[in-house]
């Protein structure tokens, strides 16, 4: 079993606990979190069909994610420091997501062994407090470093939605917003299906000197099994997606100010149903269905722009967490010492500007 002789620095993790903040799922959880059955039912008769496929399961997005649980969840491996990226915090509306940076700088990761290394919060460049709301993050919070605005729309509209619109990185609104962000030399997390790279690329293109960094590669939905209503039914089908992201993820790669995080890649939206069968990937399956996706992350950006990352709790539905650390250990080991190094800590550092 291949080992660390370092400390991991995971530059994404979420934390919620729906029975202390805003979630939209707070009144149920305080009403039957004792039965969690019940309330697994109850989620699914009012939640969308699309959201409940790409949670896969539901326990753990109902359930308080904190420093402690992700301690218990990383196992063996050292971590020395976390960045927390934006978990939709439901009061979401204009100062609202300030809350979320409140919120998080209080929590006691130290008590874990742990650093929190930063924050990345929410905010709507189309926002017209836009540059209000990035002050008041950086006043909640010295270690505010950016923000994540998600834009993942996926044609198959039984692929969940996580933006209220398509194509929001061109929006005019939305970029007039984020050259605010890009003067306030701050980080920006983009996240969209595949069927968007040509967006996130328009977007890095437009703002070389902004550091930017793509969420799960890009989040190839239906890779690995059909998902929402026509997307990933056939192997044929399949092997397009691929095909497809490969050639955009390259061209996104030509861009030097983009980097890449590998992680959600468990996540149910790509096909991955290990939960229907009642239990997580080993980390055998998970070298043979992801070497691919890394081994081509890294040819496009190189062992300096890539870096690891948890996603805990989203992946949770299919893979333990250190089971996925082992397999994405497995298949990085052939670049040598130097990428483990790069890939599990200093990349993430130097995107983030970590001490």
Excluded at 76 to 86: D, K, L, N, P, Y
Excluded at 184 to 205: H, V
Excluded at 265 to 282: D, E, I
């Amino acid at each position: 079993m291949k080992q660390l002789d370092f400390a991991i620095i995971d530059p994404h993790l979420h934390q919620w606990d729906p029975y202390h903040t805003p979630h939209s799922a707070a009144l149920l959880v305080k009403a039957l979190g004792q039965y969690p059955t019940v309330m697994d039912k109850v989620i699914r008769l009012v939640k969308p069909r699309a959201l409940l496929d790409s949670l896969g399961v539901t326990q753990y997005a109902l359930s308080p994610y904190l420093p402690e649980h992700y301690k218990a969840d990383v196992g063996h491996f050292s971590v020395e420091s976390v960045v927390h990226v934006e978990a939709n915090w439901h009061h979401h509306k204009g100062l609202g997501v300030v809350e979320e940076t409140q919120w998080i700088s209080q929590l006691k990761f130290s008590e874990q062994g742990i650093k929190l290394g930063a924050i990345v919060g929410t905010a709507d460049p189309r926002d017209r407090k836009f540059k209000k709301i990035l002050k008041a993050h950086q006043q909640a919070s010295p270690l505010f470093c950016g923000i994540r605005k998600m834009a993942a729309w996926h044609e198959d509209e039984g692929i969940y939605r996580w933006c209220d619109k398509p194509h929001l990185y061109g929006s005019k609104k939305f970029l007039k917003g984020f050259e605010q962000l890009a003067k306030m030399d701050l980080t920006f997390d983009a996240w969209g299906y595949s069927t968007q790279l040509n967006e996130i690329t328009a977007l890095a293109k437009a703002f070389p000197n902004t550091r930017i960094v793509v969420d799960h590669l890009a989040t190839p939905a239906g890779l690995f099994g059909a998902v929402g209503k026509r997307t990933g039914k056939t192997a044929s089908q399949r092997a397009d997606i691929f095909k497809q992201w490969q050639h955009d993820l390259g061209l996104l790669a030509e861009q030097k100010n983009v980097y890449a995080k590998i992680s959600g890649l468990m996540m149910p939206v790509l096909g991955h149903h290990f939960y229907r069968q009642h239990r997580t990937a080993t980390v055998d399956e998970m070298v043979n269905l992801l070497t691919p996706l890394i081994q081509h992350a890294i040819a496009v950006f190189g062992v300096d722009r890539v870096m690891y990352a948890s996603n805990f709790p989203m992946d949770k539905a299919n893979a333990a967490l250190s089971d996925m650390i082992q397999a994405y250990l497995q298949i990085i080991a052939p670049y040598g010492e130097q990428a483990l190094y790069s890939v599990f800590r200093q990349n993430a550092a130097n995107f983030y500007r970590l001490d």
